[in-house]
């Protein structure tokens, strides 16, 4: 790749020149997340200064309370995706159900689901939030989009990436040949690829879980989190504790660095709470093109089929051999272990 700077619409074309096979039907689509992300991140660098701070007073679906970017972002990627002509159906946290793409618009053949403004509670505190995209092949043939279009499992995905707001914003996508990385520069309102072709390390010593729940976690898991911190120099331990309480943020740092993000039911949420359609799916994506793993615990993300829009899952997710260690204590083949000095 030369030095000069390629934009986000620059490696796409020659993405689709270096494949043929593949149909780039998307591509548009995947340039207009781009924009939508630009139109956020504006309204999100300078949420500190104008009146988009603070809640709205309502509550979504989610019986969350509602910020004012998360309003400004959802109805944004709604305004720019709604208006391609490319999509037959929509699904947002925001939204209770699906959204089928009328007005008079061309339904078209795609499907995509978004959060559009993960981590919001931490919008107020300046902390990195971010956008999680996925498009999918819409699968009945005309007509409006259906629930049947949005609730694929994650392997049907055609491109999912996220989009991560902060000192410096962050597009990053897969389309399932690789994972790239772009980052933005305002002064000309592009994103530069900066991250070509990511590989997350095959073992990090980073984990990310909120240990506020470990009282409630399966005896597995607090097992498995009590060997993270046991002292043991052979196998790299204790590893270090990494939690900004925004799953972008997080996931990202460990798709650099390596590591594990984790995310597990426990007794008052059996599983857990973030969602597999516009959350754990599109990540998934991401980290196993990266050469990365995501599972609910026992079973590979990408293979869930969900079966309603905001259906929540277990998510370990990150470097693979973290993630295989995880499912091991998780399935408690490790009952009884503490401080083993296991070879790894
Ligand atoms: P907790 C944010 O609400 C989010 O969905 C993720 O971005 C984040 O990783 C997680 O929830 C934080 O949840 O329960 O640790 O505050």
């Known amino acids: ?29 995947l340039l207009d997340v781009a924009l939508a992300a630009k139109m956020i991140n504006k309204a999100v660098i300078r949420a500190g200064l104008v009146d988009v701070l603070g809640a709205t007073g309502t509550t979504n679906v989610q019986g969350e309370k509602v910020q004012k970017l998360d309003v ?61 995209f996925s498009i999918l092949p819409r699968l009945t043939r005309t007509g409006r989009g259906t629930h049947e279009d949005v609730l694929q499992a994650g392997r049907r995905q055609l491109c999912a990436g996220y989009v991560l707001y902060g000192s410096s914003t962050m597009l990053v996508y897969t389309t399932g040949d690789g994972v790239h990385g772009f980052t933005y520069e305002p002064s000309i309102g592009e994103f530069l690829l900066s ?77 857990g709470k973030l969602r597999l359609l516009y959350e754990a799916a599109p990540l ?36 693979p051999e973290n993630v295989a260690e995880a499912q091991s204590f998780v399935q408690e083949k490790h009952a009884g272990v503490t401080s083993d000095r296991r070879t790894r």
């Open 1 to 29: 790749m030369s030095d000069r700077a390629v934009t986000l619409g620059q490696f796409v074309l020659q993405q689709e020149r270096m494949h043929p096979e593949a149909s780039g039907q998307f591509t548009s689509l």
């Open 72 to 132: 400004f972002a959802h109805e944004t990627i709604m305004r720019v995706l709604g208006s391609t002509g490319q999509l037959a159906v929509i699904a947002s946290e925001e939204d209770e159900d699906i959204v089928q793409v009328t007005d008079g618009m061309p339904i078209g053949r795609y499907v995509v689901n978004f959060d559009p403004l993960d981590g919001s509670s931490n919008i107020d505190a300046n902390v990195n939030i971010g956008t999680i």
């Open 195 to 271: 991250h070509p072709n990511i590989k997350t390390p095959k073992r990090g010593r980073i984990y990310s879980a909120n240990e506020g729940n470990y009282a409630h976690w399966s005896e597995g898991v607090k097992r498995y989190v009590d060997w993270l911190k046991c002292d043991d120099a052979e196998t790299g331990r204790p590893y270090s504790a990494r939690y900004v309480g925004s799953l972008v943020a997080d996931f990202h740092r460990n798709l650099l660095y390596g590591g594990i993000y984790m995310y597990p039911g426990d007794k008052k949420n059996p599983n």
């Open 284 to 319: 998934a994506f991401v980290a196993e093109q990266a050469g990365g793993a995501a599972s609910d615990g026992t079973r590979r993300i990408m293979d869930l089929a969900p079966a309603a829009l905001h259906q929540r899952t277990p998510l370990f997710i990150g470097s």
